[in-house]
């Protein structure tokens, strides 16, 4: 079966500029999480839907936000482009809550360069 | 507040040379540990979840353990396809019933022929 689906794979931007991205979960997850991955802070969360409901959020400023349409997909927005927020941004998926018989799976991720 | 420490940081070893890889953790009320393997350019790939100390788990080569600080990924006469990095992450019971995971910021491993 299909795996966690991001888009894009790639992307530039220029400061203060704002970006959507994409995930596609697994067919059936409702859990979608998103996180931030950088050379010096490693995996940082931003935040988790469920059922189209934010249900946790990470330490983030403001200017990370992210919504979950009723199929499961999720989008994640950044504004105001920061060369800070240079980054691979990942997603994961999973059926519910973490446990015994539900794992999460991660996408590919969308790298992001901002300059 | 959860943290995750692995060490070391970076391991060289040779083909066949078994080794342990440690994950010490802090978290108010834990609900999982949980192993991944990131390759370059991938997203993290699901190794192992442990629930309670005294849990173990294998897969293939690799073998993990965990007790109330700390767990360990043992790794017996790996092979070069075993190199990667790998990560350890938390699930804290007290998140209000999420999926939010702590993770450590890596161990790179290298094995070579």
């Known amino acids: 079966k299909a795996g966690v689906t991001q888009t894009p794979r790639y992307l530039i931007k220029t400061r203060g500029q704002q970006v959507t991205l994409s995930c596609s979960p697994i067919?059936?997850?409702?859990?979608v999480s998103w996180y931030q991955q950088t050379p010096g802070q490693g995996l940082q969360f931003l935040f988790e839907?469920?059922?189209?409901?934010?249900?946790n959020k990470g330490n983030f400023p403001g200017r990370f936000s992210g919504r979950q349409f009723s199929n499961s997909r999720s989008e994640m927005n950044v504004s105001t482009l920061e060369l800070g927020d240079s980054a691979l941004y990942l997603c994961?998926?999973?059926?519910?809550?973490?446990?015994?018989?539900?794992?999460?799976?991660f996408g590919q991720g969308t790298r992001l360069t901002v300059v | 507040e959860d943290q995750v420490t692995q060490s070391p940081e970076a391991l060289r070893l040779q083909e066949g040379e078994s080794s342990s890889l440690n994950c010490s953790y802090t978290v108010s009320g834990l609900r999982g540990l949980f192993w991944y393997r990131q390759d370059p350019g991938k997203g993290p790939e699901f190794l192992f979840t442990l629930y309670s100390a005294g849990e173990e788990k294998e897969k293939e080569r690799l073998k993990a353990t965990l007790t109330k600080k700390e767990s360990f990924l043992h790794i017996t006469a790996p092979k070069p396809e075993d190199s990667a990095t790998y990560l350890c992450?938390?699930?804290?019971?007290?998140?209000?019933?999420?999926?939010?995971?702590?993770f450590g910021t890596g161990t790179q491993l290298k094995v070579e022929l």
């Open positions: 067919s059936g997850h409702r859990s």
């Open positions: 994961a998926s999973s059926l519910g809550l973490l446990g015994p018989n539900t794992e999460a799976f």
């Open positions: 839907y469920f059922s189209e409901t934010q249900r």
């Open positions: 992450a938390v699930q804290n019971i007290l998140t209000g019933g999420g999926n939010k995971l702590t």
